[in-house]
Structures are given as structure tokens and as C-alpha cells.
């Protein structure tokens, strides 16, 4: 059974960190690219990264870009995704999803999609 699974959400004050993690099970991780989503309420869902499947290209929206990173490890076929520097406006729920091999800010690209995790960034 074909499953990702975001973890690491949660509540943080402005200016803390969080990661999140995009665990799969029933493919190989190594072998898509993935790609972090998010989406506040009332907005659009966003792109903000993505790690192609060999891990040699890494793309950021210019919204996160120098505040987020990707990662992924292999062996724990997961995905992860460090924010630093959090405010109010990184607000969202979070996916991972997952595609062929190549990234793709258009989420229609992807086939499978977790179930999101909550963040919310307040005092």
C-alpha cells in the first residue's frame, strides 16, 4: 500500500523552528522527486521545494528560499523539511508529494500526496 505520512507539525512561537518529515512506504523514495506544499486558509496551494530524485537539485519558492531546506535519507526512505525563522505568514497545513523523477511546482504533477500536518507559528 502506496503511503506518505507528515510528521514534525505543530504550534511554535515566531522566530522558532520546526522540521517535518515525509515518510513513504510502498515505493521508493529515492527514485521520485518530492516536493513540500502548503496551504493556508483561503490561499492557494503553494510550492515551496522540491528534491528530485537523485538529490542533486533542490528547488525553493522565493518565498522560503535561505529560511527552508530540504533533505532526504535514504536509508529511512524520508523526506525532510527544516524551517527556521518562522512568522505568522508560514501558517499552513504541509504535504509532501510525490512524481516522476524531475521536480514540478504545479501540483497536478503529482500523484500521491500525504496527509498533511499542521503548522502554526504564534505567541
Do not use: H
Request: hydrophobic fraction near 30%; glycine fraction near 14%; charge should be positive.
Amino acid at each position: 500500500q502506496l503511503q506518505l505520512v507528515e510528521s514534525g507539525g505543530g504550534l511554535v512561537q515566531p522566530g522558532g523552528s520546526l522540521r517535518l518529515s515525509c515518510a513513504a512506504s510502498g515505493f521508493i523514495l529515492r527514485n521520485n522527486a518530492i516536493a513540500w506544499f502548503r496551504q493556508a486558509p483561503g490561499k492557494e496551494r503553494e510550492g515551496i521545494s522540491c528534491i528530485n530524485a537523485s538529490g542533486g537539485t533542490t528547488n525553493y519558492a522565493d518565498s522560503v528560499k535561505g529560511q527552508f531546506s530540504t533533505s532526504r535519507d535514504n536509508a529511512k526512505n524520508t523526506v525532510y523539511l527544516q524551517m527556521n525563522g518562522l512568522n505568522s505568514e508560514d501558517t499552513a497545513v504541509y504535504y509532501c508529494a510525490v512524481r516522476g523523477s524531475k521536480c514540478s511546482n504545479r501540483p497536478g504533477d503529482y500523484f500521491y500526496w500525504g496527509q498533511g500536518t499542521q503548522v502554526t507559528v504564534s505567541s
